[in-house]
């Protein structure tokens, strides 16, 4: 039982370039989420989904995308990237929203330069 | 809107001393809360939450409705509680959880 898989778990873009970070879960968890993680600031909401085909904004979309074809998986995109993305992303899945607490992956490291 | 304070980025205790890791939210309504843990180059982990009421690594939490907090506590840090902690908010029919800025507990040998 993996839990919840993000790749990469490091990587360097330069200013403009696009990517898309993976994350994948293997628990038939309904809600997934993506969350960055900023010293000083703590984990922000950036995108949500409460099931496939269903996707809704958090706390700081803005320069994100994000779909949800499949239960499983979960990509967040990076249109353009910026220097003020340069941060650590995690995913996040959970049966429904709260709940019983989410089962995290173990985080990509972005910087963008 | 809903909140979640850590008053204290930092805190630093000797090994077998009793700590305390406030969190403070601000939520119209019953909140679920809960607390997050993040070891050195690990992934966070649910560490308890309010409705289950229980003790994990001899941590509790309390929810104080009256006082909006529900603080982190243990009678006697040992080294490995090393960590960041997070509090955590969600609220019943939201689809967020939201979570304090974290607080870096250090327990001195």
């Known amino acids: 039982n993996a839990g919840v898989t993000q790749t990469p778990k490091f990587q360097v873009l330069k200013t403009g370039q696009s990517m898309t970070l993976q994350c994948a879960q293997d628990m038939n968890h309904e809600y997934m989420s993506w969350y960055r993680q900023d010293p000083g600031m703590g984990l922000r909401l950036i995108h949500y989904s409460v099931g496939a085909g269903i996707t809704d904004q958090g706390e700081v979309p803005n320069g994100y995308n994000v779909s949800r074809s499949t239960t499983e998986d979960f990509p967040l995109r990076l249109l353009s990237a910026a220097p003020s993305q340069t941060s650590v992303y995690f995913c996040?899945?959970?049966?429904?929203?709260?709940?019983?607490?989410?089962?995290f992956g173990s985080g990509t490291r972005l910087t963008v330069v | 809107a809903q909140r979640v304070t850590q008053p204290e980025k930092l805190l630093s205790v000797f090994k077998g001393a009793p700590v305390e890791l406030k969190c403070n939210y601000s939520y119209s309504g019953s909140p679920e809360l809960f607390w997050y843990v993040q070891y050195s180059r690990q992934r966070l982990q649910l560490l308890l939450r309010h409705i289950s009421r229980e003790s994990i690594k001899g941590f509790t939490a309390d929810l104080n409705k009256g006082e909006t907090s529900f603080h982190l506590k243990k009678p006697f840090a040992q080294e490995e509680d090393s960590a960041m902690y997070y509090c955590a908010l969600s609220g019943p029919g939201n689809n967020d959880m939201r979570f304090g800025a974290g607080t870096r507990l250090t327990v001195k040998p």
């Open positions: 996040a899945s959970s049966q429904h929203v709260g709940g019983r607490g989410y089962t």
